[in-house]
Structures are given as structure tokens and as C-alpha cells.
């Protein structure tokens, strides 16, 4: 992109000088090679070993890498982010024009409740040192930033749907697979089929039944609309067993929940409504079928 966008701004003669780059670090870090945005077998970034190459174009081109940018994915650690952020100073320095170095993201969120969340307060001290090693050698403040986004966001968020009907089937061993149909699926949130990403489940209503092994489904048309997977495969989670017209609450919507959905199947958004103590305020109205006709229509 650096010599396409070299050729535009020559051709044109138009446009900043100053670019951004930015550099897969030759690792990353996700629960699936989907969610690892650096390393091998992801298409994000520079690969760190081409950046003479950079260097060379931005000097035919005269253009100046005045930013430099990673982003691994949210899955690391501590010591992860540690060597990483280490790394993209090490690039940064050669680049003498630098203004800006963005460490992106990589703060990790644990979905399962379960489970203990990564303390993160460590991360201020790495970054405080990383700017003070820029500033040491360019003799200058640098602007440091970071994308910390879903860490913050994802917890806020929870999809409430409503249970409509329970199915099952028996694998060829006989054993019974129970399933509870839903009326949200991937179309709302597509994580779990896209990712196999784990989601907290919990059913509401009167007299649930006792726990047992559920496959909890959506109401597409895609065998993979599985809310319950695990490596991207429908499995059975231990669920207290609901009856139609029992709500579902799914956690950790608050991040590429809404802004992933899809009206597949003719499926309409669904409406937002943020809590505030003990305020509900509808921020975002349902769709209706009129509202996806009419673009259809037109």
C-alpha cells in the first residue's frame, strides 16, 4: 500500500506527505488464528522484515512514515504485551521522521465468568517505559497511544432474546442431544459461529428445570447458528434446562455485537437500550420488515 498510495499521490497531486504504517510484528495473540491480527497467517500489517523496503519507497515517493501502528489481537498476557510493545519501538526507531507510535490493542478480556479477569494495571508502567525510551532516542516526546477498546466495552453489553422451542437428536451411539431454539443467533451476534468464541449464557424464568448438557441454537438457517461452540463446533454446556417463552441472556455483547449484526434470513436489527442505575433509555430503534424492503425497493 505504501507504493500504491506513493503512485496516487504523484499522479494526483494531492494529498499529506506523511503516512502511517502499519507492521505485523511477526506474532500475535488470539484464542483462534480468526481473532490473531499479527503473525504468519494474518493479513494485517508490514511484515517486519520488509521495512527497508518501506524505507526505500517512501524515499522514491517522497513520503514521510511519521506513525507507526501494530495491532496483535486481544488475547495476550502481561509478558506478552511486554515484548511486543518492546518490539514496535525497536521499529519505530528506525524511522527518524516518527511522530506517533499506536501499540494498538491486546488487552485481553476473560468471557467466562468463571474465570479471573487479567489485571491489566501493569500495562501503565510498560507503556510509561516504552515512551521514555522513545523520547531518550529521538530527543523528543513521542505520541503514544493505544486501542484498548473491547477490554472496556465487551463486558457492558448483554443480548436478551427468548427461548421458542427445545428439540433433540441422537448421535449414532444413541446418546440424546438436547437443543434449545432461540430467536437470537449469529445474525445478532455472530462471534460464537464466526470465531467459536465462548459467550456466558444464563436462562430466565419460573421453575427452569435441572442442569444438563444443551446445545443452544439460534433461528437461522445455518446449522452453524450454534451459540454454544468451543473451537469453532457446537458443544453441549451444562444449562439449567428452560420451557418456551423463558428469556436468554448472553454476555460479553458489548463488542462486535451490534455493529457485526446482519439482516440474513430477513432478520431485523434489534433495538439498544442503555441502562444508567435505574434509567433505561432506548438508544436505537427496532427494524422493521418495511425497513429492510424498502431498500430493496427502491
Keep these: 500500500m505504501v507504493e500504491e498510495y506513493g503512485k496516487a499521490l504523484k499522479t494526483r497531486g494531492a494529498g ?35 521495512l527497508d523496503e518501506v524505507k526505500r519507497l517512501a524515499k522514491e515517493y517522497g513520503l514521510t512514515v511519521s506513525g507507526v501502528h501494530m495491532h496483535i489481537g486481544s488475547g495476550g498476557d502481561m509478558e506478552h504485551l511486554k515484548r511486543i510493545t518492546g518490539k514496535l519501538v525497536e521499529f519505530a526507531k528506525q524511522f527518524e521522521k516518527v511522530e506517533t507510535v499506536n501499540f494498538g490493542g491486546g488487552l485481553p478480556y476473560q468471557y467466562d465468568p468463571d474465570k479471573p479477569q487479567e489485571i491489566i494495571t501493569g500495562y501503565k508502567d510498560i507503556l510509561e517505559e516504552r515512551a521514555r525510551l522513545l523520547k531518550n532516542h529521538f530527543g523528543r516526546d513521542i505520541v503514544c497511544e493505544i486501542e484498548p477498546g473491547r477490554r472496556f466495552v465487551a463486558g457492558c453489553g448483554y443480548l436478551i432474546g427468548e427461548v421458542r422451542s427445545l428439540n433433540h437428536t441422537f448421535d449414532e451411539e444413541g446418546k440424546r442431544i438436547n437443543y434449545v431454539l432461540t430467536n437470537v443467533g449469529f445474525c445478532h451476534l455472530i462471534r460464537p459461529m464466526a470465531y467459536g468464541s465462548f459467550h456466558p449464557i444464563w436462562f430466565v424464568g419460573d421453575d427452569l428445570g435441572p442442569e444438563q448438557d444443551l446445545i443452544v441454537a439460534g433461528p437461522v438457517c445455518e446449522s452453524g447458528d450454534v451459540l454454544t461452540q468451543k473451537d469453532e463446533e457446537p458443544v453441549a454446556r451444562k444449562l439449567p434446562m428452560p420451557k418456551p417463552g423463558d428469556c436468554i441472556v448472553i454476555g460479553g455483547a458489548g463488542a462486535y455485537g451490534h455493529v457485526m449484526s446482519s439482516n440474513y434470513n430477513s432478520q431485523p436489527l434489534i433495538p439498544e437500550v442503555v441502562v444508567d442505575g435505574n434509567q433505561c433509555i432506548q438508544t436505537r430503534n427496532r427494524q422493521t420488515l418495511d425497513d429492510i424492503l424498502r431498500q430493496e425497493t427502491k
Excluded: D, F, V
Aim: aromatic share 8%; no cysteine; hydrophobic share 20%.
Design 16 to 50: 499529506s506527505a506523511k503516512i502511517s504504517i502499519r507492521i505485523n510484528p511477526g506474532e500475535g495473540a488470539g484464542h483462534s488464528k480468526k481473532t490473531n491480527t499479527g503473525g504468519p497467517y494474518s493479513k494485517h500489517g508490514i511484515w517486519y522484515q520488509n
